[in-house]
C-alpha cells in the first residue's frame, strides 16, 4: 500500500536548484511502488467549495512573478485522469473544474519525483478558509485509494513566512522561531495528538509568525487524514526560515 504524503515544496526555484529536497524526492519516488495515479492537494490552489481538476490535460501554469526565464520554459505535461476525478468528486461531494492547469505546488515536487510526467495527476482544491478539520476529512475520505495505487499527497510548507526569510542565509542558518514551530509539530505529530495540531494557532510555539495565513500547513492535514503511522523522509531549512520537511504516513 502506497504511503501518503506531505511535501513542503519550497520556492518554485525548486524545480531548478532542488538542494537537498531533490534528491529526497526522488529517492522517495524510487522506494514507492510505481503509482497509477496521483492526488494532490496544493496549498496554492485555494477556494471557496471543494472542487476536484477534471481536465484530461491540464497546463503549466506558471503562478509565479520575478523569476528566471528558464523557470518559466519549464513544463510538466503530466495527463489528467477525468474518470478518477469523477470518482473523487463522489467521494467528497465536490465540484469539477475543467479548466484548472497544474500550480507549482503540484508540478514543481511532482516534477522532481516523477520526471517522465507520464503519471495520471488529479489536484484536488483547498478550501482554507475551513480550516484543519476539513483537510483531515477529505484526506480521511480518499484513505481507501491508497491501497489501490493511488499516491496522495498533500504539497505546502511546514513554515511559510515570506516575509521574514533571509535570501543572502547560509544552507546551514535557521532561525529559532522557526526550528522551535517544526519541532513542536514533529512532537504532535510523533505522538499522535491531532486535538493540539488541529489547534496548532493556540497551541504551537511562533505559529503565527510562522504561518500567518495557514493554507501552507492544510496540507499536512489532509496527508495526515489519509494515511497513520508518521515518519520523516527529509528535513531542513532554506533561507533562514522556510522549512523543507518532507513526510510519510503509512
Request: proline share 10%; charged share 15%.
Amino acid at each position: 500500500m502506497l504511503p501518503s504524503l506531505f511535501i513542503s515544496h519550497g520556492s518554485p526555484m525548486l524545480a531548478l536548484q532542488p538542494g537537498a529536497s531533490g534528491p529526497a524526492l526522488a529517492g522517495l519516488a524510487r522506494a514507492l511502488p510505481r503509482p497509477k495515479a496521483i492526488v494532490i492537494v496544493s496549498a496554492h490552489w485555494e477556494s471557496r467549495e471543494l472542487l476536484v481538476m477534471s481536465h484530461p490535460h491540464p497546463q503549466t501554469w506558471h503562478d509565479f512573478h520575478g523569476f528566471p526565464p528558464a523557470l518559466y520554459a519549464v513544463q510538466y505535461p503530466a495527463p489528467g485522469e477525468p474518470a478518477l476525478a469523477q470518482r473523487l468528486a463522489g467521494l467528497l461531494d465536490a465540484r469539477l473544474d475543467e479548466q484548472r492547469p497544474f500550480d507549482h505546488g503540484a508540478w514543481v515536487p511532482l516534477s522532481l519525483m516523477y520526471p517522465a510526467a507520464d503519471i495520471p495527476v488529479v489536484q484536488v482544491s483547498l478550501p482554507s478558509q475551513a480550516g484543519p478539520t476539513l483537510q483531515l476529512k477529505v484526506g480521511q475520505a480518499l484513505a481507501v485509494l491508497r491501497a489501490e495505487g493511488i499516491l496522495l499527497i498533500g504539497s505546502g510548507s511546514i513554515t511559510h513566512n515570506l516575509g521574514e526569510l533571509d535570501w543572502h542565509a547560509g544552507p546551514n542558518a535557521v532561525e529559532p522561531w522557526a526550528l522551535a514551530f517544526r519541532d513542536w509539530v514533529v512532537e504532535q505529530l510523533k505522538a499522535q495528538d491531532e486535538a493540539s495540531l488541529v489547534d496548532y494557532r493556540r497551541q504551537a510555539p511562533f505559529a503565527v509568525r510562522n504561518h500567518p495565513s495557514d493554507e501552507h500547513l492544510l496540507p499536512l492535514f489532509f496527508a495526515m487524514g489519509a494515511g497513520e503511522r508518521f515518519g520523516i523522509v527529509h528535513q531542513g531549512f532554506t533561507l533562514g526560515a522556510l522549512g523543507m520537511d518532507i513526510y510519510r504516513f503509512d
